[in-house]
C-alpha cells in the first residue's frame, strides 16, 4: 500500500514568522496535532502541538498571568520549529513510514510529490487507522 492512499491530504501550513499565539490559535480550533513550516513553497520545519506547549507558558489563560507569560505568545514559529523535517514522497510505501517511524522519534511525516510540493501529511495515527480498517474488512 502507498502512503497516498491514507495519508490526510487537509495539510495547514504557517510561515517561519508567523507568531506562536496564532499557533495556539489553530491548535486550539481544529483536531491537527502538527503544522507545517512552510517559505515560498519550500518545506522547512514541523511544529507539533507538544512543540507549542513546551514553548509556551503554562500560566497563559490563569489568573496568575503575567506580561512575561503572554510574552511567549510573540515567539515566532521559527524558534521552535523541528527543522529538517524528515519526509517522502506520494509513492512511497507504507512500510517505508512505518520503518521511518520506528527509526526518527517523530510523529508525523510531511508528503511531497515528485517534484517538491507539499500534497499531504501522515501521522502514526494514519497508518493504525488504515490498518484497523482492513482487519475490520477482512472479518466481515
Known sequence: ???KHIMSRNVVTVGLDDTLA???EIFDHS???HLLAM???ELLGVVSDR?????LSPNIGTSTETYKDTATLNKRV???MSRKPKYLREDA?????IAMFTEHP???IPILSEDDRLVGILSWRDILRSLHSRHSDEES
Open 22 to 24: 496564532l499557533v495556539k
Open 78 to 80: 521559527h524558534q521552535i
Open 93 to 97: 510505501t507504507v512500510d517505508a513510514a
Open 31 to 33: 483536531k491537527f496535532h
Open 39 to 41: 517559505e515560498q513553497g
Open 51 to 55: 512543540d507549542l506547549f513546551k514553548a
Open 1 to 3: 500500500m502507498l502512503v
Open 106 to 108: 517523530i510523529s508525523c
